[in-house]
């Protein structure tokens, strides 16, 4: 509680450091295959099917998540978990159709959070990183969910709950 006390009120050992972020970003950028130089680019962490996050809750969040990055001037790159098939993130990917997304499997995880400008996930010690790192986080606590209390309440990460609470965010990121 104290760590993430002193992250929220700017105190953390954590700072971003300029110079890894933009090699880091020039770096996404060539493996990608798309210039990501002049958008904000938000990294997204999904998580497999476990329980109590059945196939239709991750088809739900995914695609509330999705939908609303789908129509924002930003680049988002959706990392798989390694126990994730990919299946229901791909048929939300082709429903959506964006152009400014891309769907990543590899295991490259910090060279994205260097990079990224936004961090998304859910329940998982990528939030964690997120927050050491000095990103800006924000949580899917779609559909009721209740995760990272303490990381929200004192401010070292924020709670998207309903559609529209990511654009805010990005406003307040541009």
Same mark, same amino acid.
Do not use: W
């Given at each position: 509680?104290?760590?993430?006390?002193?992250?929220?009120?700017?105190?953390?050992?954590?700072?971003?450091?300029?110079?890894?972020?933009?090699?880091?970003?020039?770096?996404?950028?060539?493996?990608?295959?798309?210039?990501?130089?002049?958008?904000?680019?938000?990294?997204?962490?999904?998580?497999? &099917?476990?329980?109590?996050?059945?196939?239709?809750?991750?088809?739900? !969040?995914? /695609?509330?998540? @999705? #939908? $609303?990055?789908?129509?924002?001037?930003?680049? &988002?790159?959706?990392?798989?978990?390694?126990?994730?098939?990919?299946? !229901?993130? /791909?048929?939300? @990917? #082709? $429903?959506?159709?964006?152009?400014?997304?891309?769907?990543?499997?590899?295991?490259?995880?910090?060279?994205?959070?260097?990079?990224?400008?936004?961090?998304?996930?859910?329940?998982?010690?990528?939030?964690?990183?997120?927050?050491?790192?000095?990103?800006?986080?924000?949580?899917?606590?779609?559909?009721?969910?209740?995760?990272?209390?303490?990381?929200?309440?004192?401010?070292?990460?924020?709670?998207?709950?309903?559609?529209?609470?990511?654009?805010?965010?990005?406003?307040?990121?541009?």
């Amino acid at each position: 509680n104290q760590e993430l006390k002193e992250i929220s009120l700017g105190n953390g050992h954590s700072v971003v450091d300029r110079g890894n972020y933009i090699s880091a970003r020039e770096k996404t950028s060539n493996r990608l295959g798309f210039s990501i130089q002049k958008k904000l680019l938000v990294l997204i962490a999904c998580h497999p &099917v476990f329980e109590p996050h059945t196939a239709t809750r991750k088809y739900l !969040i995914e /695609k509330t998540l @999705l #939908n $609303e990055l789908a129509g924002e001037s930003v680049f &988002v790159i959706v990392k798989l978990h390694p126990q994730d098939d990919s299946g !229901i993130t /791909k048929e939300i @990917l #082709n $429903e959506i159709g964006s152009d400014n997304m891309v769907l990543v499997k590899d295991f490259d995880f910090d060279l994205y959070l260097k990079a990224c400008d936004l961090f998304i996930g859910t329940g998982s010690c990528s939030l964690h990183q997120a927050i050491s790192a000095g990103k800006v986080v924000a949580v899917m606590n779609y559909e009721g969910e209740s995760q990272f209390p303490v990381a929200i309440r004192y401010k070292a990460a924020f709670s998207l709950k309903k559609e529209g609470d990511v654009h805010q965010i990005l406003d307040r990121k541009s």
